[in-house]
Structures are given as C-alpha cells and as structure tokens.
C-alpha cells in the first residue's frame, strides 16, 4: 500500500533554514506527481509546492523563491529545501502522491521561533 514518512523538520530561528524530507513506497514513484503541503494550527491544510515526474515545480506564492522541491526518483524521496524561514512558515509539513488524495503521512512538525 500506499505508505510516506515525513522527517528533518524541528525549531529553527527566523532566518534559518530545514530540508524535509518524504520517504514513498507502494507505488510507481517515478510517474507520480508529488507535493508538500502544511497546515498551521487552527488553519486549513495549504498546497506549499509540487513537483511532476518530469521535473516541473510549481509554488505558492507565499513560499516561491524561499522553498524549492525536488524529488530522487532512484531513491523514491521527495525534500523541500526551506530558507529565510518565517514564523508564519510554523506548521506541520505533509508530502502527498498527487493520484492518493485521501492517504497523508503522519508529517513532520516544523516551528519557526526565537
């Protein structure tokens, strides 16, 4: 079955940086749209970024020029690379196999604070 494990977020000051990453198995990642996305308490569940089996990224705009998404289709791993890092960037960070909508990770905490 379809199965991600998120890990790599923690506490970091504003400013600094995280690299998540997103272990997959049960499917054929290689053709697979992936994506993170967060959800900060008391807020909806956000789409941050994605990235196609070809490689092609998309941002929101939130976080486009901060955070960059790539995927190692021989490891079958995805990683957001987080910079400059905002308090309102505090949230727990999911990756998501765009065709398995309805299956989440249990995702990786991420909290942004001096």
């Known amino acids: 079955q379809v199965q991600l494990v998120e890990s790599g977020g923690g506490l970091v000051q504003p400013g600094g940086s995280l690299k998540l990453s997103c272990a997959t198995s049960?499917?054929?990642?290689?053709?697979?749209?992936m994506a993170w996305y967060r959800q900060a308490p008391g807020k909806e569940r956000e789409l941050v970024a994605s990235?196609?089996?070809?490689?092609?990224?998309t941002y929101s705009g939130s976080v486009k020029g901060r955070f960059t998404i790539s995927r190692d289709n021989d490891r079958k791993m995805v990683y957001l690379e987080m910079n400059s890092l905002k308090p309102e960037d505090t949230a727990v960070y999911y990756c998501?196999?765009?065709?398995?909508?309805?299956?989440w990770g249990q995702g990786t905490q991420v909290t942004v604070s001096s």
């Open positions: 998501r196999a765009e065709s398995y909508v309805q299956i």
């Open positions: 049960g499917f054929i990642f290689v053709l697979e749209p």
């Open positions: 990235i196609t089996g070809r490689l092609r990224t």
